[in-house]
């Protein structure tokens, strides 16, 4: 119940496309759901995150969609560039922690 | 820069000892939580500590433990090592006691000979 599933594990996209990572999780309890961006040797870092009153959020050229009743969000990434090639984490939280999705590893090719 | 500095960045060691790995949180944040990321079980939450007090507990092993001290900083305890305790461990912080966003560290790559 309290896991959160992710995918795809991987995911490979040209340059200018849109990449689509999806996660679903179980507990109702969950309140907060951010996505964070990890490059290899750094600490994860907070890109979005949407709480489940809100069906979706955009900055620049990420969007979280939120499904609640599907109990499914995705990270919508539009003109994908090289830069953006990194590993994504979903993560759900109630009461502070964060459980987090498997990861899905992007390459965005030039 | 997070403002979430971790030390040391690198640790190797052997089998059977102990460790300590430190986190200063960003300024202001008054909540620490641990995170131990490794290939096959992922980023998983270890332990969370508010104002000095312990506030939640994870998927934290007894051989592990952790303090916050007065000034805020934390420290994770590691003893008793084992080989699959190799992973990253990374710590972030947040303002409130159930406050996102959470904000990480760039994390201290424990090595187990």
């Known amino acids: 119940q309290q896991q959160v599933k992710q995918s795809p594990q991987s995911l490979i996209v040209q340059k200018g496309g849109i990449s689509i990572i999806n996660c679903a999780y179980e507990n109702t309890a969950f309140d907060y759901f951010p996505w964070y961006q990890q490059f290899p040797g750094k600490g994860p870092a907070l890109l979005i995150a949407i709480r489940p009153d809100v069906s979706e959020k955009k900055e620049g050229r990420f969007t979280i969609s939120f499904n609640k009743s599907a109990k499914q969000f995705s990270l919508h990434i539009m003109d994908s560039q090289p830069g953006d090639s990194a590993t994504y984490f979903c993560?759900?939280?109630?009461?502070?922690?964060?459980?987090f999705g498997q990861g899905t590893t992007l390459q965005v090719k030039p | 820069d997070s403002g979430v500095t971790q030390t040391p960045k690198h640790l190797i060691t052997a089998t059977g000892q102990r460790v300590t790995l430190r986190c200063s949180p960003r300024s202001g944040d008054l909540s620490v939580y641990w995170y131990q990321q490794s290939l096959d079980q992922g980023l998983q939450f270890l332990i969370q500590?508010?104002?000095?007090?312990?506030?939640a507990k994870g998927n934290i092993l007894e051989r592990f433990s952790a303090q916050q001290f007065p000034d805020l900083h934390s420290e994770l305890n590691l003893s008793s090592l084992e080989l699959g305790d190799s992973a990253l461990y990374f710590c972030?912080?947040?303002?409130?006691?159930?406050?996102?966003?959470?904000?990480f560290g760039d994390g201290t790559r424990l090595s187990i000979l």
């Open positions: 993560a759900a939280s109630s009461a502070g922690k964060l459980i």
């Open positions: 500590y508010y104002n000095g007090e312990e506030r």
């Open positions: 972030a912080s947040s303002v409130e006691l159930d406050g996102q966003p959470q904000h």
